[in-house]
């Protein structure tokens, strides 16, 4: 028998899709004090307003970021949730488990917390909904020294870097996206979880400009997969997929008739630069325009693959909206090799830390400092050449001024000299 009625939070058990209300309710059974988290919902969507406080960070000792803290607003009605604190767990990169490790984390959260998970949240974290505050220390016990698994980031910090599943599965990869997010997490530990930034500070890895894990709109630091070189053709299997032989985009379209597929229309006219071309026989591409968005490659995998000289690009200044509007990452280094332990990218990425740190406001992400003192001061500290990426429209963003000591004999001009040339 439920402890509050809850007519409003039903309405979300209705329809096709799975419903976190009927999970919740589910693990009430065993978890009797998510009935308090039910009538707090309930009573949110009745007063359209949160019942939860601001809740900032617990951390645990040592630690500045890893556990999000949540307290109720009416601990004494809802006494089961009057802490519920969130913990970030640092995925696996890829997100591989197996069942054993699975299990492993689902008792210890089970026995310390809600048993309610997110797999994954936008972070990329597993993220384990719901403690209270003196299981904490117990937990990052559990999870360091019996699961090898560190907290993930949250707060004004390096939040736990992501990146897809890159050469682990996908043909597409250009890179391989896990090492360099295990790389990044084990190089920028300190900054996971002690807090020295103004404000968080992501990092995403995707294997291909597909870009799976949206870095481009998610993460500060972007590194993206790419290829220098031309995209690999083979004209025989273009031929198969206009001829009808295989399906085009692996037949992820399936289920609906599109009719015959049509390159033209499908792939040439989509071309968002128009460097391609078929004239019913050879299919061609002027690869100094391409800019490499994976559109044909994506509809016919088995013809067109990207080149073989890979590396990334980086990007940098992405955000959602919270102070500033939204924001995408802006190119900064067009290609990057990607050797080694990836001490290229760290150097640029240690640049812009160290400018960020230095200027960033409290609560100012980079992409934002960028926005406020311009691209030309952020290429200044970091060092960078300037690329015409970097021009977000003409005229908005300039970031090209000439230094006194470019231009021969400085500012100083003979007038005289000058007025004879140009008389008024
Ligand atoms: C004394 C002579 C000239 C002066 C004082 C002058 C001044 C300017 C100024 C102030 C701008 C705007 C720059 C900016 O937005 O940053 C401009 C842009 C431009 N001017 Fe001139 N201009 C002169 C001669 C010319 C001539 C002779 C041509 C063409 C034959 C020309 C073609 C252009 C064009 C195409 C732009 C736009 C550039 C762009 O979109 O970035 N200008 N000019
Ligand atoms: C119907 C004809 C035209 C239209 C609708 C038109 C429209 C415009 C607009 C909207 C801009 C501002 C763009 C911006 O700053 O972002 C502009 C700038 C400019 N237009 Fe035109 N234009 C026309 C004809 C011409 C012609 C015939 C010339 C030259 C012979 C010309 C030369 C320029 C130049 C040099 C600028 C840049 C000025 C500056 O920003 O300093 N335009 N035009
Ligand atoms: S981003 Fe590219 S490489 Fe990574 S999983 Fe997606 S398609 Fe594959
Ligand atoms: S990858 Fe994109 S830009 Fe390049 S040729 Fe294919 S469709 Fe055109």
């Not at 709109?217 to 053709?233: E, F, L, V």
Request: with cysteine.
């Amino acid at each position: 028998m439920a402890k509050f009625k809850t007519p409003l939070i039903d309405e979300l058990e209705k329809g096709p899709w799975p419903s976190f209300v009927s999970d919740i309710k589910r693990q009430a059974k065993t978890k009797p004090e998510l009935e308090d988290l039910l009538g707090q919902l309930e009573l949110s969507y009745k007063d359209k307003e949160t019942h939860w406080k601001h809740g900032g960070i617990v951390g645990v000792f040592g630690y500045g970021g890893g556990v999000i803290g949540r307290y109720s607003d009416m601990p004494k009605e809802f006494p089961g949730i009057a802490h519920f604190h969130t913990v970030r767990v640092n995925q696996t990169g890829g997100f591989y488990y197996n069942t054993k490790y699975l299990g492993q984390l689902m008792d210890m959260w089970e026995r310390r917390g809600s048993g309610l998970t997110n797999f994954h949240g936008s972070t990329g974290d597993m993220v384990l909904l719901g403690t209270q505050t003196d299981q904490l220390e117990e937990i990052f016990w559990e999870l360091t020294h019996d699961m090898n698994t560190d907290l993930g980031g949250s707060g004004g910090n390096l939040r736990t870097p992501s990146c897809c599943l890159g050469m682990s599965r996908c043909e597409y990869a250009c890179i391989d996206s896990q090492a360099i997010c295990q790389e990044m997490t084990m190089a920028y530990q300190d900054e996971l979880h002690r807090p020295a930034f103004p404000y968080k500070f992501k990092i995403k890895v995707s294997g291909c400009p597909n870009d799976c894990v949206a870095a481009i709109a998610r993460s500060d630091c972007a590194i993206i997969g790419t290829w220098k070189d031309n995209i690999r053709i083979d004209q025989s299997t273009v031929a198969a997929y206009v001829n009808g032989e295989l399906k085009p985009n692996a037949g992820a379209h399936a289920g609906r008739d599109w009719g015959k597929f049509d390159i033209v229309k499908e792939v040439i006219n989509l071309c968002p630069t128009k460097c391609m071309s078929w004239d019913g026989k050879e299919l061609k591409i002027n690869n100094k325009e391409c800019t490499r968005c994976m559109h044909c490659i994506n509809v016919m995998p088995r013809a067109l693959r990207p080149g073989v000289d890979k590396g990334a690009t980086l990007l940098c200044g992405a955000k959602a909206p919270i102070l500033e509007g939204q924001r995408l990452a802006t190119v900064i280094v067009p290609f990057i090799k990607t050797e080694g332990t990836f001490e290229e990218i760290k150097e640029v990425i240690n640049k812009l830390l160290d400018w960020w740190m230095e200027h960033g406001k409290n609560r100012e992400r980079i992409g934002e400092l960028i926005g406020r003192m311009g691209m030309r001061e952020m290429l200044k500290a970091t060092g960078l050449p300037p690329v015409p990426q970097m021009v977000k429209e003409p005229r908005s963003n300039p970031y090209i001024f000439w230094e006194e000591s470019d231009v021969p004999g400085g500012w100083t001009r003979d007038l005289a000299a000058f007025r004879k040339k140009h008389p008024l």
